[in-house]
């Protein structure tokens, strides 16, 4: 091995071994995760075999932790986050505190002290947004009510990492002190909050306006390697000027970068442009972080590390269902959080990280963090399948309840019509014979009973509509109340002794029903159906009709024999030019008149 070349082999060997051992997990169906952080276990000083420069690690990963805040940052919403605050904010929160005090117990457990113990329990109360996302990407719930609440709760979760990120360097330099009293510390945490403070009224302020004006203008320029080089010049600078000037840390710096970012329309070209550069540094650094991960520790520490993942994959899932429960969620958002929160990863390594090099934490809690991350996120995925079976069970059970109702249902309804059928009379056959039967009585129907009157043509009339059925039993006229289709009704008209029947409904749909039913009454009855298209002609010539008139057509073709010296003979010979030249009176019609002009049946 070219040792000569640390850079280079360490970054070689890195990333080769990471796409192994992360294809590796991807064909098992585990996060990516896991491979990386195996592979820098691989080449890391605690196994057999090449041992990477670890300097060299650190640095790489450093560029890492920069780029992945910078992708926290850039895709950070405000509007997400606010559109679930009721539930995420105190949940977050109360789940965080909740996993705290359950790392601090198991510190105080094994002999730390209580700054140890509150580092490693807050490295324990932050989820991976990395796993999180790609179980809910997987399962189509990012745009869901559920997806929301998880993405709203990290978001609050990543916020306080931050925060803890910027407090934790000012906290221990004013602690490290043996005479330190609380109002050094607070005096020195005061100072790093200015500094902070200072930092992003400079971002908000001038920041978010000269960032976006660089993008559009190097934009404009045409050169996608200017404008990817300056989305990297910027995220990378900002986190450097934040260090050098403010003496805040390299995350902080990245992140508001990215958060400023975010508010331009160029911001989605950004990340896009980034995102192959920022996973490569993302997949070094989780290798630099298995680096430092001792594999002895599962049998030495064989306790501590069960109790370490007992705390993120029972503990934080127990407080988040709790919670969203309490808020009166239903079981499901609330088994989906609890899921969705059982890992840790990124910010978790970051911060044991920091709390290792401050001396605030042991190496031994380092690695308790690091197996207790790998463990959980080999997990993560299990936890979502038995969710999925679960929910799939609990479906097929509501889906079994639902189809039995309806059946109790239906066989009610069907057992109340049987009852009724037995128990009424059944209706007397009309005494009329050569007969006009006619089907509705709106605006077309009163306009022929009047002619069939006017002539002494006997008729019936077969009404539905209450206010014309009382009209009808004011004039005295021959009628029977109900629907043409049903066939005591198609009976009772005596359509065996009938001249003929008028089908004068606006519904081809059920006049083709009527024609049907007529047509077994008497197969050989001139049946007369009224129409507003040609597809609906069709359809009822289909079941059986006679002749159709077609309103438009009869219009069209009373009004040119209206024109003065105009022949007597119909000039509109086809339906289709009747059509187009009354296409725009479909709009115009009553509504009870409107009907689709293509009618979608089944062929009888």
Known sequence: ????????????????????????????????????????????????????????????????????????????????????????????????????????????????????????????????????????????????????????????????????????????????????????????????????????????????????????????????????????????????????????????????????????????????ETLPLRDAFAVLFFVSVGMLFDPMILINSFWPVLATFLIIVFGKSVAAYAIVRLFRHPDSTALTIAASLAQIGEFSFILAGLGVDLQLLPEQGRDLILAGAILSILVNPFLFTLLDRWFSKRETIRAQAKAEAVAAEEKAIADEKAAAAAAREPLPVTSLTDHVVLVGHGRVGKFISRKLASSGTPFLVVETNKSQVADLQGDGSELLVGNAADPEIAAAANLKEARCLLVAIPDAFESGQIVEQARRQNADLPIIVRVHSAAQEEHVEKYGATRVVMAEQEIARAMVSAVPDAPRAPILSSVEEADDIVKHDHEERAPEERVPEKPSYTTP
């Open 1 to 272: 091995m070219p040792h000569h070349m640390p850079l280079i082999s360490t970054i070689v060997v890195g990333l080769v071994l990471a796409f192994v051992f992360g294809a590796l997990a991807q064909r098992l169906r585990v996060s990516p995760l896991v491979g990386y952080l195996l592979a820098g276990v691989f080449v890391g000083p605690f196994t057999p075999g090449y041992v990477a420069d670890q300097g060299l690690a650190n640095q790489l990963a450093e560029i890492g932790v920069i780029l992945l805040m910078f992708g926290v940052g850039l895709h950070f919403s405000l509007k997400d986050l606010l559109s679930v605050k009721a539930i995420a904010i105190p949940g977050a929160i109360v789940q965080i505190a909740s996993a705290t005090l359950l790392g601090m117990g198991l510190a105080w457990i094994m002999g730390w002290n209580v700054v140890a113990g509150l580092v490693f329990g807050l490295a324990l109360s932050v989820a991976s947004t990395v796993v999180l996302l790609r179980a809910l990407q997987e399962r189509r719930l990012v745009e869901t009510e559920r997806g929301h609440i998880a993405v709203g709760w990290l978001i609050v979760e990543d916020l306080a990492m931050v925060l803890t990120l910027v407090l934790l360097p000012a906290f221990a330099n004013a602690t490290a002190s043996a005479s330190a009293d609380v109002e050094s510390i607070v005096l020195s945490l005061g100072l790093t909050l200015g500094k902070v403070v200072a930092f992003m009224a400079i971002m908000l302020i001038v920041g978010r306006r000269v960032i976006p004006w660089i993008l559009h203008y190097v934009a404009h320029t045409g050169s996608r390697e200017l404008f990817r080089l300056s989305v990297l010049a910027i995220a990378l600078g900002t986190a450097f000027a934040a260090a050098e000037l403010f003496g805040v840390s390299f995350a902080l710096g990245a992140f508001f970068a990215g958060m400023v970012l975010s508010e331009s329309e160029l911001s989605h070209q950004a990340a896009s």
